[in-house]
């Protein structure tokens, strides 16, 4: 059979924090929507509505990962996607 050294898992590689996944999560979710149709419909608004809902429920349930520089970083990253809009809106 298969040596179990093959399949151990790696040290610390689910350490991810939650924020982190977060913020990543959103970066992907509002990519995808930009790329779509250039004007705003139901379904932009109804995927942006389910984020923020996704967003507040994640914050909620691990609130002691969310220190004041997980807070920081969060918010710049909220204002990166509105500048993301913005330059993919006019580029398109």
Excluded at 80 to 88: H, M, S
């Amino acid at each position: 059979m298969i040596s179990e050294d093959i399949f151990k898992r790696r040290r610390r590689h689910n350490n991810t924090p939650k924020y982190v996944l977060l913020i990543i999560a959103n970066y992907v979710v509002c990519c995808a929507l930009f790329t779509l149709d250039s004007k705003l419909n139901w379904f932009f608004f109804l995927t942006l509505i389910f984020l923020a809902v996704y967003n507040y429920y994640n914050i909620r349930r691990n609130i002691e990962e969310f220190t004041k520089p997980a807070i920081v970083s969060y918010i710049l990253s909220l204002a990166g996607i509105v500048l993301l809009y913005f330059v993919a809106r006019n580029a398109g």
